[in-house]
């Protein structure tokens, strides 16, 4: 009877232990490392993941073949015979652009909306009989497929009398960015720059009240500038990042239209305290608007500059202008379909997605939630590799092993967790042994097309030789891109 009462205490203590144990087993699932700041807003991490979005240049220039307006054109010029901006949206859909921006208003001052403080805008054209509004026309034709929309205000004004006089002109354009921002719902970017006319070098543009203007009216906008606040400049209109490409940069170094900053804007700052992306404007014509003499630029220019704005931690924001029919041209649409294909068809393939995975260390070890498993799911923010904490040698690496036979690709894909901050600071890439590539920043996605072209690798290995923190890596991708030249193999 005895025996009988300790064995039934006994296994009531076991069952109580081991539910004690589970309880602590369950307590202990690793966290996610603090980060290191400074951070994206939430709206910066949705532009991000844009990647790609489209500029249009559209207005009086269309029609009279230039680039910068005079300001003194006759309104009735502006007149397309067929604008549709269905069409617009759906060659942007195509594309996969997720954000399209409008000139709602160039250097030359012509306003593409029906502004109560101008006459001149699309009042004073016979197009839909002085009754259209461009602006609005855009936004339902985005909305309509499911596409965000931006806008550019010029603060040059080559037509406003009261350019040149700082109160009044600051006035009007702030009366007019209300108009923009009041009346067309959610605009998620809105771009400016700092251009000044030479008849009035001294001009002031009230950047601040603007900025807080816009802030007030918006919640989720971005704002680009050179200096942000938001989203800011990368330096240049070629569509190229620099190397390396910090999101961080230092505002108070920053001035919206100053040329001493260039370099410093397209590479960032690993020290900067400010969150403040990189955007890589470039045209993909020529010319910023449409002219009939010009023509897009050819499939390998594209990738060229593909890989080296969004491959650099940057948003790629590619003008497509509308012609005088109001429609995008046929050769633009082929060429950003043939764009798009070619993204997919290189991107679509993770070769890396069936091969052996072995690490430096992962945080929690085996089954903690960081392992390498985490860089080939489909989230690339929230879901990554970690190194455990105890892995402060500086010795971080993954290694990706083909199975059976090697791996046959030439392009290399690295995406840090930017949600935890910008860390990484130098990297190495071995394959099969022997050193590719000494890179830089990685941030949201970097991308390398090997030089020399095609390779047949056994084993990948990347190491991170210097970071900001322990690095996160929330994605890693091999792949071939059959439009880049192959002739060379390492074996
Ligand atoms: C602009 O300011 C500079 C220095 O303050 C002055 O010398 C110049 O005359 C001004 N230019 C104009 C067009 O007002
Ligand atoms: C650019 O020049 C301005 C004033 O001349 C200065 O305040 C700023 O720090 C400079 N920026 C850089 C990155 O050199
Ligand atoms: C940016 O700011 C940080 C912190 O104040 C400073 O350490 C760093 O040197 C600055 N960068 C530049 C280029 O001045």
Wanted: aromatic share 12%; proline share 5%; charged share 20%.
């Amino acid at each position: 009877m005895t025996s009988f009462i300790t064995r039934l205490w006994c296994s009531f203590y076991l069952i109580i232990t081991l539910f004690k144990f589970t309880i602590c087993w369950r307590e202990q699932v690793p966290t996610p490392p603090l980060p290191v700041l400074p951070l994206p807003t939430y709206s910066q991490l949705k532009w991000q993941q844009r990647e790609l979005i489209m500029f249009l240049h559209f207005g009086v220039n269309t029609f009279t073949d230039r680039e910068w307006g005079t300001g003194h054109e006759n309104p009735a010029i502006f007149n397309p015979s067929g604008l549709n901006t269905n069409q617009w949206a759906t060659v942007a859909a195509e594309a996969g652009v997720s954000l399209m921006i409008l000139t709602a208003k160039h250097h030359d001052g012509f306003c593409l909306w029906p502004s109560k403080y101008t006459e001149h805008s699309v009042i004073s054209s016979p197009w839909r009989n002085g009754k259209g509004d461009v602006v609005e026309e855009f936004v339902n034709a985005a909305k309509a497929h499911g596409i965000d929309v931006g806008l550019y205000l010029s603060p040059w004004d080559r037509h406003d009398h009261r350019y040149g006089h700082d109160l009044p002109y600051n006035e009007y354009y702030l009366a007019q960015l209300q108009e923009l921002l009041n009346k067309y719902g959610s605009v998620r970017e809105i771009w400016f720059d700092g251009a000044k006319g030479p008849n009035a070098p001294n001009m002031s543009y009230y950047f601040s009240d603007w900025f807080a203007m816009v802030n007030e009216l918006q919640s989720s906008i971005n704002i680009f500038s050179d200096a942000g606040p938001n989203v800011r400049w990368v330096g240049n209109e070629k569509g190229f990042a620099g190397e390396p490409c910090w999101s961080l940069i230092n505002r108070t170094s920053l001035a919206i239209g100053s040329s001493n900053i260039t370099k410093y804007l397209s590479t960032g700052d690993p020290r900067g305290t400010d969150w403040l992306p990189a955007e890589c404007d470039v045209s993909i014509r020529k010319g910023w608007f449409w002219h009939k003499s010009e023509s897009p630029r050819k499939l390998s220019e594209l990738l060229d500059i593909y890989y080296n704005s969004v491959g650099r931690n940057c948003v790629l924001l590619l003008n497509v202008p509308p012609n005088t029919a109001g429609l995008i041209s046929e050769d633009d649409a082929q060429s950003l379909r043939e764009f798009r294909a070619a993204i997919n068809t290189v991107f679509d393939q993770n070769l890396a997605q069936d091969c052996n995975f072995r690490v430096s260390s992962q945080r929690g070890g085996e089954g903690g939630g960081f392992g390498p498993e985490k860089m080939l799911d489909s989230d690339h923010l929230w879901s990554f590799w970690a190194p455990g904490d105890e892995d402060k040698e500086k010795n971080h690496w993954i290694e990706i092993g083909g199975k059976d036979g090697g791996l046959r690709f030439n392009v290399i894909r690295i995406q840090e967790a930017i949600g935890l901050g910008q860390r990484i600071k130098r990297h190495e890439i071995y394959v099969n042994g022997k050193l590719m590539i000494k890179g830089t920043t990685v941030g949201y996605k970097r991308l390398y097309r090997l030089e020399g072209g095609l390779v047949h690798g056994h084993v990948v290995r990347i190491r991170i030789t210097s970071s900001r923190g322990l690095p996160l890596i929330s994605s890693v991708g091999l792949h071939f891109d059959p439009f880049w030249h192959s002739e060379f193999t390492l074996n």
